[in-house]
């Protein structure tokens, strides 16, 4: 299939999206390799926030940054493949969420604000998803 032509927006977005799940894969390796201090640090309520979360959590939560970064990474190199990764991405983010607004404690333990990166990231993996679809039918991956 011969690809069009991508808008400029094009690249800012997939340029954006690289950035946005490159900070997220960091955010799990600094969670995944906290030193004992960083976590002394941390409100007992935080401590037990952290040893409570099943493992499930934590895998979704790689799975999502990592699928994340990939199908970024697809989408800038005009890879029908990003479609596909970036699903699976958002899928695990969901499941993140589930536990985050439905299982845990964690609103109530970091506040009503803490809501807001949650969503935050709800939004853009669901947005990532219908970017990739729409660069798709655009034939510009």
Known sequence: MTKNRPAKWFWILA???????????????????????AFAALSDAEQRLYESRPMWVTVAFAVSVVTGLIGSILLALRNSSAT??????????????????????????????????????????????????????????
């Open 15 to 37: 340029i954006g999206a690289i950035v946005w799940n490159g900070l997220g894969v960091a955010a799990y390796l600094s969670e995944l390799f906290m030193t004992d201090e």
């Open 84 to 141: 596909s990764i970036l699903i699976i991405s958002a899928a695990a983010v969901v499941l993140q969420m589930i536990h985050v607004f439905a299982i845990s404690d964690v609103l109530n333990v970091m506040g009503a604000t803490s809501a807001i990166l949650p969503i935050v990231v709800l939004i853009i993996a669901i947005s990532l998803v219908w970017f990739s679809m729409t660069a798709h039918k655009r034939g510009w991956i």
